[in-house]
């Protein structure tokens, strides 16, 4: 069965710095990921997801994550976040049709 | 229309009430899924519906009884509940249930039992 570890429970950051949230996955033949936000109150909502082709995927917010079969990570990044990015961060693997999630990485942006 | 809606926002029951859960897409999706989620935690598998069938129940207690009446709407029928199944209850679609599939997911029902 797949399974997700993020790294880092909860990311404190400095607003305009960089930030990067940690996604491994357990190997498999083939892996298709998903990174989910989720902000206070409401529900998920995709910010991108790796099928197939260029390992690295950008949403239109600025956050990409680069796929690395090798080192089996899926690591979110964004070079400048801003106040509005503080929100619940989760990684997610698509097994069979079901969303097996990370345990979530709570990013808070400080001004 | 792009959105998965659910309804009530908040619901609040007693032990010994019976209320339902709705849930809406219009996107032509045929699979949809019902998640629980506790505070500060991932959303958890109930259930999944693949063209308007049961797919995957994922040993949930029969006090959650889920229902597809057609392709568009899912409800969870909530019955005897305790007061740990307080949580947020997502619903989500996706075109179909293969893995490729990205899920949309609705604001949740935030739910407290009594």
């Known amino acids: 069965a797949q399974s997700v570890t993020q790294l880092d429970s909860q990311v404190p950051v400095f607003e305009e710095a960089p930030v990067e949230l940690r996604c491994n996955y357990s190997s498999s033949v083939s892996v298709y990921l998903f990174w989910y936000v989720q902000y206070p109150n409401q529900g998920l909502q995709l910010l991108l997801k790796?099928?197939?082709?260029?390992?690295l995927v950008e949403s239109i917010n600025g956050f990409e994550a680069e796929f690395n079969k090798s080192q089996t990570s899926f690591h979110l990044r964004k070079p400048s976040v801003h106040i509005s990015d503080t929100a619940e961060y989760f990684c997610a693997v698509n097994q069979g049709g079901k969303l097996i999630f990370g345990q979530g990485t709570e990013l808070s942006v400080k001004p | 229309d792009t959105e998965v809606t659910q309804t009530p926002k908040h619901l609040v029951m007693g032990m010994t009430n019976k209320k339902s859960l709705k849930c809406e897409q219009h996107m032509g999706h045929r699979a949809m899924y019902w998640y629980k989620q506790k505070a500060k935690k991932p959303p958890e598998l109930m259930f999944v519906?693949?063209?308007?069938?049961?797919?995957i129940n994922e040993s949930v207690p029969s006090r959650f009884s889920p229902e597809c009446p057609n392709s568009s709407l899912l409800n969870l029928h909530l019955h005897a509940l305790q007061p740990e199944d307080s949580a947020l209850y997502l619903c989500?679609?996706?075109?179909?249930?293969?893995?490729?599939?990205?899920?949309?997911f609705g604001p949740g029902t935030r739910l407290t039992v009594l």
């Open positions: 519906y693949s063209y308007e069938k049961l797919s």
């Open positions: 989500a679609s996706s075109l179909g249930q293969g893995t490729y599939n990205e899920q949309f």
């Open positions: 790796y099928l197939s082709g260029s390992t």
